[in-house]
């Protein structure tokens, strides 16, 4: 409605010159909202650090809030690893990472970081003596040397952050990385010469939103790599994995007929059934799960409908919840004896843990678990990851388990 003065002067004046007052009043109106939009929408554009939005393009804003679907159209990385920056890129060197690369050129292994040396990670006296839990499991444990199957080509991929490389990324790459066909961290800096690779995600960077930055590195993968490797693993940066007894699981006839010959989606890990319910049941994500390539396939093609939006830190239940809207279900990777290949705590902790006598389900883990065994029978003698393993431990599994003492 006009001002009041305005129609009180249209009174006085006439029903002409009251229209008259009302026509101008309306085309100054329309001129100030054109002046507005002409001078406003440039300006955004200048200062906003978006991209410009295409179809099916992702629009970052600052490192956070990525539009649930990305362009499938950008060069393969896996043909070009350094052809072109990736879709959530925010600066020139989150260019596409070249997975191959620590595999072909190893680094040797120091002992030089985590706060060790050789001469403590190899120490046979004290708490790191035949009394020490740690030395008793891993020394049940052997190493497959053995050729591998052409199905195992093995992409591996942790979750961490940048204020954390200095702490852990030497004695992962040192350690089991270098040995994995592919490796990545997915984290919130780019640094080649330590595999980091920034891959920002909706939300905040922080522990309650690992479901998003666990689904951005999942849409990397995806789309840079899914052509080049026939398995993707990921976890967190304190699992360990012995990577050979992986990919000699990877290509056991077992694996093998349970894929299909890799046409049938397969979702490996520990498997944890929530408040000891076998239809809830998910792969834990502190000893790291893994996908085939139709299962990557399949868990990418529910991103634009599961957990969009979604907040959390339980990032390996999402994944089951939306792996199972397609019938995709966790496998039961025990071995014949029942045993455990994904651990998910340190070696010495499983081999000392006992359940509860009077109230077993009163302990989560025993409630979560299906069969669970102590002692030296709770780990397979082919057992495949470690959870909790900080750099310093990283060195000693090494040391002990490759008879590097």
Same mark, same amino acid.
């Given at each position: ?7 009180? +002067? =249209? ?5 002409s ?9 309306k ?11 002409w001078?406003?929408?440039p300006?955004w554009?200048?200062i ?28 393969n ?10 879709p ?12 191959t690369?620590l ?29 020490d ?23 591996c ?5 940048d204020?954390?490389h ?13 040995r994995?066909?592919?490796f ?27 479901? +998003? ?26 699992v ?25 989606p ?12 076998e239809?809830?049941?998910f792969n834990a =994500? ?10 990557l ?14 907040? =959390? ?93």
């Amino acid at each position: 409605m006009p001002p009041r003065s305005l129609l009180s +002067q =249209g009174k006085r004046l006439g029903r002409s010159k009251r229209d008259g007052g009302l026509f101008q009043v309306k085309v100054t109106g329309i001129l100030i909202c054109l002046l507005v939009v002409w001078v406003c929408v440039p300006l955004w554009y200048l200062i906003s650090p978006s991209t410009t939005k295409e179809p099916g393009v992702a629009v970052l804003r600052g490192n956070a809030d990525v539009a649930p679907r990305i362009d499938r159209g950008h060069e393969n990385a896996a043909l070009h690893y350094a052809a072109a920056a990736h879709p959530y890129a925010t600066h020139r060197s989150a260019e596409v990472h070249d997975p191959t690369k620590l595999h072909l050129n190893p680094p040797e292994l120091k002992f030089e970081h985590g706060g060790t040396n050789k001469e403590h990670a190899c120490r046979l006296g004290g708490s790191h003596g035949l009394g020490d839990a740690d030395y008793k499991m891993l020394d049940e444990i052997s190493i497959y040397n053995g050729e591998f199957h052409p199905s195992t080509k093995l992409m591996c991929t942790i979750y961490t952050y940048d204020k954390q490389h200095e702490k852990v990324m030497p004695a992962l790459r040192e350690t089991w990385a270098k040995r994995c066909d592919g490796f990545m961290a997915s984290s919130t800096l780019t640094d080649e010469s330590l595999s980091t690779v920034n891959i920002p995600h909706k939300g905040p960077e922080e522990y309650n939103n690992i479901w +998003q930055k666990v689904k951005s590195t999942w849409q990397y993968l995806h789309d840079n790599y899914i052509d080049e490797f026939e398995w993707f693993f990921i976890g967190g940066d304190d699992v360990y994995m012995l990577v050979e007894n992986m990919k000699m699981y990877l290509g056991s006839e077992e694996i093998r007929a349970l894929t299909e010959d890799g046409t049938k989606p397969v979702y490996l890990g520990r498997r944890f059934f929530r408040d000891g319910l076998e239809e809830r049941q998910f792969n834990a =994500g502190g000893p790291g799960y893994l996908l085939n390539r139709a299962g990557l396939k399949t868990l990418v093609g529910t991103f634009d409908h599961c957990g969009v939006d979604l907040k =959390g830190f339980w990032e390996d239940v999402q994944v089951a919840q939306c792996l199972k809207g397609e019938g995709i279900h966790p496998y039961d990777t025990r071995d014949k004896e029942g045993r455990e290949r994904f651990l998910p705590f340190l070696a010495g902790h499983h081999y000392t843990y006992m359940a509860p006598k009077k109230n077993p389900l009163s302990d989560w883990y025993v409630k979560y678990s299906i069969g669970l065994k102590e002692g030296v029978d709770c780990c397979s003698q082919s057992s495949i990851t470690f959870h909790y393993v900080k750099p310093k431990m990283m060195y000693r599994y090494d040391a002990l388990l490759y008879n590097l003492c």
